[in-house]
T-cell receptor, first 115, second 113 residues
Framework: DTAVSQTPKYLVTQMGNDKSIKCEQN?????MYWYKQDSKKFLKIMFS???????INETVPNRFSPKSPDKAHLNLHINSLELGDSAVYFC??????????????FGPGTRLTVL | AQSVTQLGSHVSVSEGALVLLRCNYS??????LFWYVQYPNQGLQLLLK??????LVKGINGFEAEFKKSETSFHLTKPSAHMSDAAEYFC???????????FGTGTRLLVSP
């Protein structure tokens, strides 16, 4: 199936640990994103990559580091996890910026719980 | 800076009733506007989008939205609610040349029998 997939779906970890979330899309898109949805359901963009290059970097702590090994993958590594990092993280992808519209396709989300 | 305001964190309707979810946007440039739906424990699914073509946009599942520049609004409607419409709905705005979606705070639609 063509889709945006994320692993793991659930992640429970202790404060101070380092963890990674993986995202893959097989839609042939050039741009990928990470969004964070907090406990109040508020969604906010964190990062965006276009053809493996960082194009959006919102005000996100340096503990968060995205990595794009190729344009089909965008992983999110988080160092020294804090309680406030608990959220649902969504990956998304879309066609290149040059198209007429920018529909984003979202993955199923990764629920991160920091204890 | 762009922003979106969704009035009402919860909207309750009876099955068969009209659904109206409100969205007002702020943008210094002509915007792209979107409505996404999120079912429990799932990702977001695009319902419909406005990209400067027709102001009345039809989406999936019988939903539609009308872009009103004078009111800076993009309200989502459906003539007759179905139980399966119960979900969280997000309005979002984006600049044409910059693919950053700015989301509203969401509206939970509750549908009662």
């Amino acid at each position: 199936d063509t889709a945006v997939s994320q692993t793991p779906k659930y992640l429970v970890t202790q404060m101070g640990n380092d963890k990674s979330i993986k995202c893959e899309q097989n839609l042939g898109h050039d741009t990928m994103y990470w969004y964070k949805q907090d406990s109040k359901k508020f969604l906010k963009i964190m990062f965006s990559y276009n053809n493996k290059e960082l194009i959006i970097n919102e005000t996100v702590p340096n503990r968060f580091s995205p990595k794009s090994p190729d344009k089909a993958h965008l992983n999110l590594h988080i160092n020294s996890l804090e309680l406030g990092d608990s959220a649902v993280y969504f990956c998304a992808s879309s066609q290149d910026i040059g198209t007429n519209y920018n529909e984003q396709f979202f993955g199923p989300g990764t629920r991160l719980t920091v204890l | 800076a762009q922003s979106v305001t969704q009035l009402g964190s919860h909207v309750s309707v009876s099955e068969g009733a009209l659904v109206l979810l409100r969205c007002n946007y702020s943008s210094s440039v002509p915007p792209y506007l979107f409505w996404y739906v999120q079912y429990p424990n799932q990702g977001l699914q695009l319902l419909l989008k406005y990209t400067s073509a027709a102001t009345l946009v039809k989406g999936i599942n019988g939903f539609e939205a009308e872009f009103k520049k004078s009111e800076t609004s993009f309200h989502l409607t459906k003539p007759s609610a179905h139980m399966s419409d119960a979900a969280e709905y997000f309005c979002a705005v984006s600049e044409k040349s910059f693919q950053k979606l700015v989301f509203g705070t969401g509206t939970r639609l509750l549908v009662s029998p």
